[in-house]
Protein backbone atom coordinates (compact mmCIF):
# COMPACT_ATOMS: atom_id res chain seq x y z
CA UNK A 1 0.00 0.00 0.00
CA UNK A 2 3.00 2.22 0.54
CA UNK A 3 3.80 2.21 -2.93
CA UNK A 4 0.99 4.31 -3.91
CA UNK A 5 2.01 7.89 -3.29
CA UNK A 6 5.35 7.12 -5.81
CA UNK A 7 2.76 6.38 -8.47
CA UNK A 8 3.14 9.36 -11.03
CA UNK A 9 0.31 10.62 -12.10
CA UNK A 10 -0.59 13.11 -15.40
CA UNK A 11 -0.95 17.08 -14.20
CA UNK A 12 -4.77 17.47 -15.65
CA UNK A 13 -4.78 21.22 -17.39
CA UNK A 14 -8.58 21.70 -15.78
CA UNK A 15 -11.41 20.98 -14.10
CA UNK A 16 -12.93 17.53 -15.26
CA UNK A 17 -14.90 18.08 -18.68
CA UNK A 18 -17.76 15.60 -18.26
CA UNK A 19 -19.70 13.81 -15.73
CA UNK A 20 -18.12 11.24 -13.95
CA UNK A 21 -21.25 8.94 -14.09
CA UNK A 22 -21.77 9.61 -17.94
CA UNK A 23 -17.94 7.80 -18.69
CA UNK A 24 -18.83 4.94 -17.25
CA UNK A 25 -22.18 4.31 -19.63
CA UNK A 26 -21.48 1.63 -22.07
CA UNK A 27 -23.74 1.95 -24.70
CA UNK A 28 -25.62 -0.69 -26.27
CA UNK A 29 -23.98 -0.97 -29.33
CA UNK A 30 -20.67 -2.14 -27.57
CA UNK A 31 -22.23 -4.53 -25.21
CA UNK A 32 -25.44 -5.90 -26.53
CA UNK A 33 -28.47 -5.01 -28.85
CA UNK A 34 -30.45 -2.98 -26.91
CA UNK A 35 -31.12 0.88 -26.56
CA UNK A 36 -30.34 0.89 -22.75
CA UNK A 37 -27.30 2.23 -21.18
CA UNK A 38 -25.09 0.19 -18.54
CA UNK A 39 -23.14 1.30 -15.99
CA UNK A 40 -19.31 -0.37 -16.69
CA UNK A 41 -17.91 0.14 -12.82
CA UNK A 42 -18.82 2.17 -9.49
CA UNK A 43 -16.86 5.48 -8.71
CA UNK A 44 -16.19 4.07 -5.61
CA UNK A 45 -13.16 1.82 -6.69
CA UNK A 46 -11.57 4.78 -7.90
CA UNK A 47 -8.40 6.42 -6.98
CA UNK A 48 -8.94 9.46 -4.76
CA UNK A 49 -6.97 11.75 -6.20
CA UNK A 50 -8.07 10.60 -9.54
CA UNK A 51 -11.65 10.65 -9.26
CA UNK A 52 -11.40 14.08 -8.22
CA UNK A 53 -9.14 15.24 -11.25
CA UNK A 54 -5.61 16.34 -9.41
CA UNK A 55 -2.41 15.21 -8.91
CA UNK A 56 -1.20 12.68 -6.50
CA UNK A 57 0.39 14.56 -4.09
CA UNK A 58 0.59 15.85 -0.55
CA UNK A 59 0.59 19.48 -1.27
CA UNK A 60 -3.04 20.19 -2.82
CA UNK A 61 -3.83 23.36 -4.63
CA UNK A 62 -6.86 23.59 -2.26
CA UNK A 63 -8.84 26.19 -4.30
CA UNK A 64 -8.44 23.65 -7.14
CA UNK A 65 -9.46 21.00 -4.83
CA UNK A 66 -12.58 22.76 -4.55
CA UNK A 67 -13.43 23.69 -7.51
CA UNK A 68 -13.39 20.73 -9.14
CA UNK A 69 -15.62 19.25 -6.33
CA UNK A 70 -17.96 21.58 -7.13
CA UNK A 71 -17.86 21.35 -10.23
CA UNK A 72 -18.22 16.96 -10.41
CA UNK A 73 -20.95 17.43 -7.86
CA UNK A 74 -22.72 19.81 -10.63
CA UNK A 75 -22.67 17.43 -13.50
CA UNK A 76 -23.20 13.94 -11.31
CA UNK A 77 -26.17 15.61 -9.31
CA UNK A 78 -28.69 12.26 -8.97
CA UNK A 79 -31.34 15.30 -9.89
CA UNK A 80 -29.81 15.26 -13.09
CA UNK A 81 -30.78 11.69 -13.75
CA UNK A 82 -34.51 11.97 -12.16
CA UNK A 83 -36.43 10.69 -15.47
CA UNK A 84 -33.41 7.93 -16.09
CA UNK A 85 -34.07 4.08 -15.08
CA UNK A 86 -33.66 2.90 -11.16
CA UNK A 87 -30.77 1.80 -11.65
CA UNK A 88 -28.64 4.80 -13.05
CA UNK A 89 -30.60 6.80 -9.95
CA UNK A 90 -28.82 4.27 -7.97
CA UNK A 91 -25.36 5.09 -9.45
CA UNK A 92 -25.63 8.53 -9.77
CA UNK A 93 -26.57 8.38 -5.54
CA UNK A 94 -23.48 6.21 -5.06
CA UNK A 95 -21.28 8.43 -7.80
CA UNK A 96 -22.21 11.81 -5.75
CA UNK A 97 -21.69 9.95 -2.44
CA UNK A 98 -18.07 8.72 -3.62
CA UNK A 99 -17.34 12.54 -4.48
CA UNK A 100 -18.47 13.65 -1.47
CA UNK A 101 -16.34 11.10 0.13
CA UNK A 102 -13.22 11.98 -1.68
CA UNK A 103 -13.18 15.81 -1.01
CA UNK A 104 -13.62 15.16 2.60
CA UNK A 105 -10.82 12.85 3.05
CA UNK A 106 -8.53 15.23 0.27
CA UNK A 107 -9.32 18.80 1.99
CA UNK A 108 -7.88 17.07 5.42
CA UNK A 109 -4.26 17.60 5.61
CA UNK A 110 -4.80 13.90 8.06
CA UNK A 111 -6.80 12.25 6.31
CA UNK A 112 -4.92 12.96 3.11
CA UNK A 113 -1.95 11.41 4.50
CA UNK A 114 -3.41 8.85 5.81
CA UNK A 115 -4.86 7.52 2.64
CA UNK A 116 -1.97 7.97 0.37
CA UNK A 117 0.28 5.95 3.12
CA UNK A 118 -2.38 3.12 3.94
CA UNK A 119 -5.06 3.48 1.00
CA UNK A 120 -8.46 2.08 1.97
CA UNK A 121 -7.44 -0.33 4.34
CA UNK A 122 -7.64 -0.11 8.44
CA UNK A 123 -4.92 2.08 9.44
CA UNK A 124 -2.66 0.92 12.64
CA UNK A 125 -3.62 2.64 15.75
CA UNK A 126 -1.89 6.15 16.30
CA UNK A 127 0.44 6.12 18.87
CA UNK A 128 3.26 8.96 20.10
CA UNK A 129 6.97 7.31 20.08
CA UNK A 130 8.87 10.51 21.13
CA UNK A 131 8.28 10.75 24.66
CA UNK A 132 8.53 14.92 25.40
CA UNK A 133 5.76 14.85 22.25
CA UNK A 134 3.60 12.79 24.99
CA UNK A 135 4.21 14.72 27.77
CA UNK A 136 3.73 17.84 25.43
CA UNK A 137 0.00 16.80 24.44
CA UNK A 138 -1.20 15.54 28.09
CA UNK A 139 -0.10 18.80 29.80
CA UNK A 140 -2.25 20.34 26.85
CA UNK A 141 -5.22 18.32 28.05
CA UNK A 142 -4.88 18.36 31.11
CA UNK A 143 -4.96 23.02 30.44
CA UNK A 144 -7.57 22.42 28.65
CA UNK A 145 -9.70 20.63 31.21
CA UNK A 146 -9.47 23.55 33.94
CA UNK A 147 -9.42 26.33 31.09
CA UNK A 148 -12.54 28.27 31.12
CA UNK A 149 -11.04 32.16 30.27
CA UNK A 150 -12.09 32.53 26.08
CA UNK A 151 -9.09 34.63 26.01
CA UNK A 152 -7.01 31.22 27.65
CA UNK A 153 -8.86 29.02 25.33
CA UNK A 154 -7.81 31.04 22.33
CA UNK A 155 -4.10 31.42 23.41
CA UNK A 156 -4.39 27.94 23.70
CA UNK A 157 -5.47 26.76 20.94
CA UNK A 158 -2.78 28.96 18.95
CA UNK A 159 -0.22 27.54 19.79
CA UNK A 160 -1.96 23.62 19.24
CA UNK A 161 -2.30 25.19 15.99
CA UNK A 162 0.98 26.24 15.16
CA UNK A 163 2.46 22.89 16.19
CA UNK A 164 -0.18 21.37 14.24
CA UNK A 165 0.79 23.13 11.10
CA UNK A 166 4.65 22.40 11.83
CA UNK A 167 3.97 19.13 11.79
CA UNK A 168 1.93 19.27 8.92
CA UNK A 169 4.91 20.90 6.86
CA UNK A 170 7.03 18.11 8.30
CA UNK A 171 4.55 15.18 6.37
CA UNK A 172 4.89 17.30 3.65
CA UNK A 173 8.58 17.51 3.34
CA UNK A 174 8.80 13.42 4.16
CA UNK A 175 6.34 13.24 1.17
CA UNK A 176 8.56 14.80 -0.98
CA UNK A 177 11.56 13.30 0.32
CA UNK A 178 10.15 9.54 -0.02
CA UNK A 179 10.46 8.66 3.25
CA UNK A 180 7.37 7.05 3.89
CA UNK A 181 7.64 5.54 7.33
CA UNK A 182 8.51 9.45 8.37
CA UNK A 183 5.46 10.32 7.02
CA UNK A 184 3.59 7.77 8.90
CA UNK A 185 5.48 8.70 12.18
CA UNK A 186 4.51 12.28 12.07
CA UNK A 187 0.99 11.21 10.75
CA UNK A 188 0.31 9.60 14.23
CA UNK A 189 1.95 12.61 16.24
CA UNK A 190 -0.70 15.04 13.60
CA UNK A 191 -3.67 12.67 14.91
CA UNK A 192 -2.94 14.03 18.47
CA UNK A 193 -3.37 17.93 17.96
CA UNK A 194 -5.95 17.30 15.29
CA UNK A 195 -8.09 16.13 18.20
CA UNK A 196 -6.75 18.97 19.91
CA UNK A 197 -7.33 21.42 17.89
CA UNK A 198 -10.99 19.91 17.65
CA UNK A 199 -11.69 19.83 21.50
CA UNK A 200 -10.47 23.46 21.74
CA UNK A 201 -12.64 24.76 19.42
CA UNK A 202 -15.51 23.24 20.38
CA UNK A 203 -15.01 25.17 23.33
CA UNK A 204 -14.55 28.77 21.87
CA UNK A 205 -17.34 31.13 21.47
CA UNK A 206 -17.81 31.77 17.39
Not at 1 to 11: D, G, N
Request: net charge negative; charged share 30%.
Amino acid sequence: MKRLMLRSTRRCSGPPAKSLLSRRILTSGMRRNTRTAQISSSAKDDDLFELMDIPRKFDLDLKTLEANYKKLQQQNHPDNFGTKSEELQLEAAEVSSSINGAYTTLRDPLKRARYMIHGDSVEPEDTIMDPELLMEVMEIQEQLEVLDDQKELRILFKTVEERYNGIVEGISKAFYSGSIAEAESLVSNLSYYSNLKSKIERRLDV
